[in-house]
DNA sequence: CCTCGGTTACTAAGCGCTTGCTTAGCGTGT
DNA sequence: ACACGCTAAGCAAGCGCTTAGTAACCGAGG
């Protein structure tokens, strides 16, 4: 299916790329269809021959984010049946996907409200779904007897809450890699939601015995 | 020294209060100062006879809920010498501020990007302030061996961040009060530090022996 | 008491500029 | 020959902010 990409299709990967750089740095309203134009190396009109609107540029974006973040929760999740595995795996990759894609993750969360009515319900579907994935996640483990927190579903949306977080506070430059943030959100999401540490294998694909 | 207000200062307080809602909905360049004082019921040049620009209006904002939220923490720190029951009262503390503040403090947190250079600088100190508070704190429960976290740096961030990140998902019509999030993340301040929640009072004020 | 000059709090109108987006046309590869 | 990928130029609308002017209120003088 894949074939080599034409140059029309590497122009509209040059242009969404440079909208991602722009919104995340000066959010939406901030950013001028000419800005975007001028990072792509293009004329501000060249944005138009590929997309309908810079709205439509916002959607792309926030669509495939969603699903990767979505897509990366589940892979999670599917490592293993038991709950206080997945809770540490779930921590990790969703600590590490906000770090390692900081610029984009900022558009998932802070843009929202500029996204059409349409598209902000195709978007909310797939938010829904993440939150479904953590929210099932820490019942089951309570079900189970092996979490222990006063509130199962705040205990969801803190899991969520601090994992997209650092799409906000994370620099290239900063103090930690997205490896030792993920090491580090990895054992706080156990902590979280009140589980017991041990017998959980520190990274993923090592043996835990 | 602060007398009755006067017909202008009313004013002022009902343009910011508009500035307020209308930011933290529509982000600071989605919105128009037609929409401010259209909000404020006034027309578009009575924004102008009371403040200098719309980016002033975001200053004025920005200082005093930044300065609101630094005065915060040092209460509940003061509460109390021990590390143990300071975390506890700066994880409740924080959380009410930012769900019962959730749209100024959404304005705190996600407009910095649209400050002047200059008033820039002023928040950013107001901000180092709050991250310093933070850092001593889990700095001395450790050093007082009452903390167990692999990175007590990453601690304090990720303290700050659960705290922040309530401006973003609160609703005023959704599950929990902000009295009930501030419960849980009192609880949920100890587990992030790894510290033995037992001898801690449950509610600020009351007697803990 | 009323009147009057000055101050205060505000608005109607609009200026210069930027915005998202369109149109008409040109150069290139096949 | 002709479709494709792109640009130069520009339009209508909306932007932040300014200017000129007006209605309402003030203490002081008659």
Redesign the interface.
């Known amino acids: 299916m894949t074939t080599t990409p034409s140059r029309a299709e590497a122009t509209r990967a040059r242009l969404l790329e440079a909208a991602v750089v722009a919104f995340s740095?000066?959010?939406?309203?901030?950013t001028t269809t000419r800005d975007i134009a001028g990072a792509a190396g293009m004329s501000p009109a060249a944005v138009y021959v590929h997309h309908r609107s810079k709205e439509e540029l916002l959607f792309l974006i926030s669509r495939q984010g969603h699903q990767q973040a979505l897509d990366t929760v589940r892979a999670a999740r599917a490592r293993t049946p038991d709950p206080v595995g997945q809770v540490a795996a779930v921590g990790r990759a969703f600590a590490e996907f906000h770090a390692h894609h900081h610029t984009v993750a900022r558009i998932l969360?802070?843009e929202l409200?500029?996204l059409s009515e349409e598209h902000r319900a195709t978007i909310d579907e797939l938010r829904t779904g993440i939150d479904r994935e953590l929210r099932d996640l820490v019942r089951e483990g309570v079900a189970a007897g092996v979490f222990d927190t006063?509130?199962p579903?705040?205990a969801a949306?803190?899991l969520?809450?601090?994992g997209?977080?650092?799409a906000?506070?994370y620099r290239e430059d900063g103090?930690?890699t997205p490896t030792?943030?993920g090491d580090?959100?990895a054992?706080?999401a156990l902590?979280?939601v009140?589980a017991d540490a041990s017998g959980v294998s520190g990274r993923p694909g090592s043996s835990s015995c």
């Open positions: 740095e000066k959010g939406f309203h901030g969360n802070y409200a500029a006063p509130d579903a705040l949306t803190a969520a809450s601090l997209i977080d650092i906000r506070w103090e930690w030792q943030i580090y959100y054992d706080l902590r979280l009140g």
